[in-house]
């Protein structure tokens, strides 16, 4: 394999949780040209990738089509040996399908998985992780399958952070685009009233989260917590996140990040399980959920509101704090 690219045009947690990819194939194909197509707003993720040489931006802001065409376009200019895709939309199918590479691969559950040369099972629910997942496409090659996540912070990146860090120091990221993957407010409000106790404690999160954050650090007893939601780019806060005494993050975004920087973290699963596979790859983490409740989980990517109206997945999980430790 002298070209290869790859395709994932989802969400920020499934751009990192295809990094193992990248890694691989540059160790089976050490002298391959990796690139890589990500949707705008997670090119940043790939930065300072040492196995990458271009990353490809689908915008939809130039107008969808227009921006698949011009991708379609570039990459038969290319002449990839391989197009990987690890998306399972029509989208990215079509890029994969008329992309002009050798050899095309991907998930069975893409509509355009038909025009593959080759398509794969992608089952969840099984336990099996999805970074395992993503790997089973390269599995032929020899692609071992217990490869970590890989984020790349700029010295830059730990400079920036340096000079905000107070340690020692606790990150969490409450913040969740969907309701029933998010632990309750009232439940971060005493995580962080607990560990204010123990160091300093920073917030994390995206711009929209500012206001959130800014909420619950108002409804903690020293109101001390710095709310760096929207302050941090994603390199910025992974750096952060690895000098952290621990994380604490929701089945969401930054729990992927703490995987990639090998982070000590705790993840808490309301709504969603572990089986699904996106749980935490560090080698120091914890997760904490509700167990025997019979109508969890409600779905693979969480809910607005809980389907039942209680929401005891996440009312009820027991942070189990120790009062000693403080």
């Not at 045009?9 to 949780?17: N, P, Q």
């Not at 930065?47 to 931006?57: E, F, G, L, R």
């Not at 802001?61 to 379609?72: A, M």
Request: charged residues 20%; hydrophobic residues 40%; glycine residues 6%.
């Amino acid at each position: 394999m002298k070209k290869i690219v790859i395709i994932q045009t989802a969400f920020l947690g499934d751009v990192i949780l295809a990094t193992p990819v990248i890694s691989e194939l540059k160790r089976i194909f050490p002298k391959a040209k990796i690139d890589f197509l990500v949707r705008k707003g997670n090119e940043s993720l790939l930065a300072n990738n040492p196995h990458i040489q271009k990353v490809y931006v689908l915008d939809k802001r130039e107008g969808k089509y227009k921006s698949i065409f011009r991708l379609i376009i570039q990459f038969k200019k290319e002449k990839y040996d391989l197009a990987i895709n690890l998306h399972r939309f029509g989208s990215s199918g079509i890029i994969t399908a008329f992309s002009g590479a050798k050899k095309k691969y991907g998930f069975n559950k893409n509509p355009l998985s038909f025009l593959y040369t080759k398509k794969f099972e992608h089952e969840i629910g099984n336990g099996q992780h999805e970074v395992e997942r993503n790997l089973s496409l390269i599995k032929e090659f020899g692609a071992v399958a217990s490869t970590r996540p890989e984020l790349f912070p700029s010295e830059e990146d730990f400079n920036i952070v340096s000079q905000i860090m107070n340690p020692p120091f606790y990150c969490m990221a409450p913040a969740s685009v969907w309701f029933t993957k998010q632990l309750p407010k009232e439940k971060w409000i005493e995580l962080i009233d607990h560990y204010n106790q123990l160091g300093t404690v920073y917030i994390l999160g995206g711009k929209g989260d500012q206001e959130f954050c800014d909420e619950i650090i108002s409804q903690t007893i020293a109101k001390t917590s710095i709310n760096l939601a929207g302050q941090l780019n994603l390199l910025e806060s992974a750096a952060l996140m690895s000098k952290a005494e621990r994380n604490f993050v929701n089945d969401s975004g930054p729990l992927h990040i703490a995987s990639a920087m090998n982070a000590p973290v705790t993840a808490f699963f309301c709504s969603t399980v572990t089986k699904f596979g996106f749980g935490p790859l560090s080698e120091d983490q914890i997760v904490v959920e509700v167990n025997n409740l019979d109508c969890r989980p409600c779905g693979l990517h969480g809910h607005k509101t809980c389907p039942k109206g209680h929401f005891k997945c996440g009312i009820e999980i027991d942070l189990a704090l120790n009062p000693n430790e403080a």
